[in-house]
């Protein structure tokens, strides 16, 4: 067990023939006591500091694992988000290529509908134009038909209509 200032200033020597000067020894051991005072108080403040720097220690140490779990904690959530938004964009592309699959069938049926009503045009001028040429084809044979050329030929006097017409308002009257 180590010496305190108390035991260093009990401590007596016996005292023997031609000794040491008791003086002097009283006052070096006087002088070994406030230095070891002295000592003592710097190991307690040392102590404390020593102390105060471990809880310091172990506070950061609390600290560090903290962070590091909360890094974790934040890689782990990042890697989450990130797989959200890549299943996430997968579901968007697959929608949007639904919709694009969509938008082009419902492109091919619109062209499919205009291709058979272009058809069915073209049916229908074709009948309009064998009618129309029909029809002027028959109106070309009554125009180069003999009939016109008999109603040429009928040459009446004007003044026969007219006794005629005269004739006829008096029978009327009659």
Do not use: C
């Amino acid at each position: 067990m180590p010496l305190s200032p108390i035991d260093i200033h009990n401590k007596e020597f016996t005292k023997s023939f031609r000794g040491y000067a008791e003086d002097e020894v009283n006052e070096f051991l006087d002088q070994i006591i406030k230095d070891y005072e002295k000592l003592l108080r710097e190991k307690k403040e040392v102590d404390k500091q020593l102390e105060m720097a471990l809880e310091q220690a172990r506070h950061f140490n609390s600290l560090e694992e903290t962070l590091q779990k909360s890094i974790v904690v934040a890689q782990e959530a990042a890697d989450e988000v990130r797989r959200n938004s890549q299943k996430e964009a997968k579901l968007i592309v697959k929608e949007a290529e639904k919709n694009a699959d969509r938008i082009v069938n419902e492109a091919l049926t619109k062209a499919r509908k205009v291709t058979i009503e272009i058809d069915e045009l073209k049916k229908q001028s074709k009948v309009f134009r064998n009618r129309f040429k029909m029809l002027v084809e028959a109106q070309l044979d009554l125009l180069n038909a003999d009939d016109w050329d008999h109603l040429l030929q009928y040459d009446i006097d004007l003044t026969e209509i007219q006794s005629s017409v005269e004739e006829a308002q008096e029978s009327e009257e009659m």
